[in-house]
């Protein structure tokens, strides 16, 4: 039985466009080894990093005029997964190798894992921030060598923040905050908002970075949202006290979306992709280096704490976890993507991922 | 079955005093992993490293005011192993996580994996040299990739030192000396006396800390302790010859306790808490200084040769060794072992450990 | 079932002679440890890198007067396996180890893994070059982690030169010239010439060293040949254009031979012994050292592409790979291995060497 514990129906985050110009990039994503390129038209390919000739890494391949050619042998392949030519040889019969459905948009290449025929670009999540003159954004990529899950549980509840973050975005009032969790759609969303507060060292930053005080009480919010098959946008900020909070009006606040797509690599390890958009002083290139110095401390603070946790997991496979009112945002999402597993034949049978007989997370869902 | 190598009740040295002050120490000890901290009176309390909540390693997070928080989402643990108090949840129904029984004492941290209810402090080794200032102690910790019982063998055999470390303690007149092992009451011992020899460079060092002619001929002693569950004192020494060996007069003699605690981690890997304990000279830091390089050079020699064994064995499981009267010591320290798993309900089956039938050790042993 | 895929009943490099001179040098070959020493005669012996005492490595102990002292406890083995004397045992009842039968020639040590009643020194290959003053010689060892007959794959299509070695041997012409396979006796023998080309730049530097000029137009050959168990001897070279090519008298060419010896160290990994003869201006040290740098470069460029091919395969071990005219050296050489396991009472049943059935390598070799 496929064991898989990722859809593969769905667009994955393969890389950054800057990721694969001149030559070839390969790289594991769900599971399957694969070569990326440019073709002659500049649009990215996607195909099996296997050469079909002896099994050569393509990857370690040569792009010429948009055809990527084997460095082992010679033979040069096609977008398509099929032959083109070979010194010597006549290639109309050697086998193709599989082409995968490959987007560039939003400033992400795009990979769809699963069936070519069903790989429809309007399953693509909508991101107008990264169309927009208003926003700026940048990030960067993490290989975590834990379930790409363990990382939306940790993006879905950021009561994290005030222990694994103390110092950046942690602060106490995120635990005293009620969260509440909600499925509205394809969306699971986890909201959590502090009244009349100081802001964390990141948030100051922010507020400076928007032209507010940085010592001013604050309203802050997190608002986490989930779709499939692994993306997580986490709306945060601040606005001045009393101000409105979330929906103040924008000379009041600071906000911003942190931006994070989660493609499995293995069933124990992913691809984050993880970056901040925000629609202040886009046009400050020095705020943005601090912000993504800051994530980048930020993560790899998660990074050791998920990276051990799927240890402890792996040597204790059989034993129960707790699901709290905090753990309703991870749990929830599971579900949907136990969901879109079942919908594609598969049954995932881990206990972790039974939540359905949670009490607790019937009462804080809807 | 369970097929540990080990008898899990019974204290082993998890780590030093200095190792666990403010932050919290992970370790795995016995097969299991641990976490310690010091509680609110600055005992020292050893918990299963994983967070009831979700798995984290309670080892990365933070000991405050004697209590241990996760640094994942902020659970407190109290060293009985049942959650203190966690924001804004009730903790009252969280799952306990095993607590280990902990001691303190001889300038070490003893741990307990077994049954908590067997722990007694009076099964602890009597160690006087470490309460007295007629001593002087200090040693350090390696970590060995081999069974912790290649290592019994080790200490229980000095004929190595003659070429394992031949320009330290080694010296042609060990493999010359007859050696007698014998089985007094819970200890094996194995003994060897040389007379009328030059001392090795070791004991040269020691003769002038003790304020004798380094060159002078001496009397040199070896008589290795092993006590359950893996511990081995080597008295060590030499002194003046024809002044009575090991019985001679404090005056006449350099003498020490080479003191070796062996802790599994795994059936491939243990701790080795390594040192010496000298009554000559313990005021003078500078000998201490130099005992302690010392050691660190001869036990590293040690790690080479055992780790490279270890392998070899690995490759080979079921090739027959041989048993000679020089290998009597571990033989009979393995029988000691094997009894005490057989009491805890276990049996090894490993061919290595059943000496019965060897004619060899019966002669040697009572 | 025994299924390793290398004929046993054969001579394998082991060693240059420099690598085990005073010192003893542990190796794996053939998936045996193995212990080279020289004895008092300074013949090189080989034996089981395993002490029959205590599973100690031989290779870690001293050459003292030709014997091999183990490094533990001082047993002391001869070149014939038989333990020669230990401090303070009779060492006559103890179990001898296995000897590997060993030779020295043409600058190498050679190991017979198999039979040592089978060993016959008639067997080891002919290489005239290695003994005659009108020959330099200079070569080097790489570590591979991939099966040694994905090297003689590599070796016995040079087509690869092309697309591998752009740089440095490649050109285009490669590609272009027909090659031919053929079995005589008992080698594998592929040829390919190119006439009337420009050197590429390994070439040029050969042509300036024979005193030829470097930007001539040339005619250009490499004769590829396998014998058993795995030797692939190449003779490469160019002469002038017009002037007989291969048959061209040795004041118009330059021509050497590039020596592989590939020893199975495990199913997925090997040593990989290259080189470089040549009998023009064998006395000159600046160009031995810059073939030699050469070669560094070419072999490296190999070992990135076969480690990840060997990779590939291990992840997809049931997918059926092309055979196309330019694998036939490979694949005949495959089959002659095949028949030498067959003849050792083995039975490879990999898809990949079940060359009888395909028609194109029918056609290509006799």
Known sequence: MDERS????????????????????????CGERVVFFRDADRRVAALEDFCPHRGAALSLGRVCDGELTCGYHGLTMG??????????????????????????????????????????????????????????????????????????????????????????????????????????????????????????????MGLRGAGLPEDARVDRWQVCRF???????????????????????PEHKASSIVVDFMTPETETSHWYFWGMARNFAPGDPDLTRQIKEGQHKIFSEDRAVLERQQDNLRRHPDRKLLRLNIDAGGARSRLMIERALRAEGLAEQRATTRADADPEIAQSVE
Chains 1, 2, 3 share one sequence.
Do not use: K
Not at 12 to 29: F, H, I, K, N
Not at 83 to 102: D, H, K, L, S, Y
Not at 170 to 197: C, F, L, N, Y
């Open 6 to 29: 990722w859809p593969r129906n769905a667009w994955y985050v393969a890389c950054r466009p800057a990721d694969v110009e001149d030559a070839p990039l390969g790289r594991t994503v």
């Open 79 to 204: 977008r398509d997964g099929r032959a083109v030519r070979m010194p010597g040889q006549r290639v109309e019969a050697f086998p193709a190798i599989r082409a995968f459905p490959v987007l560039e948009r939003y400033g992400f290449v795009w990979i769809w894992p699963g069936d070519p025929a069903l790989a429809d670009p309007a399953a693509l999540p909508h991101l107008p921030w990264a169309e927009s003159d208003d926003w700026a954004y940048d990030g960067g990529l993490f290989h975590m060598a834990c379930d790409y899950r363990l990382m939306i549980d940790n993006l879905m509840d950021l009561t994290h923040e005030t222990y694994v973050h103390a110092s950046t975005i942690g602060q106490r009032e995120i635990d005293e905050a009620p969260v509440t969790t909600e499925v509205r759609g394809h969306e699971v969303i986890t909201s959590r908002h502090m009244q009349d507060i100081l802001a964390p060292p990141f948030w100051r």
């Open 227 to 249: 779709s499939l098959p692994s993306h997580v946008m986490i709306e945060v900020g601040v606005a001045l006290a009393g101000r409105g909070g979330y929906d103040a009006a």
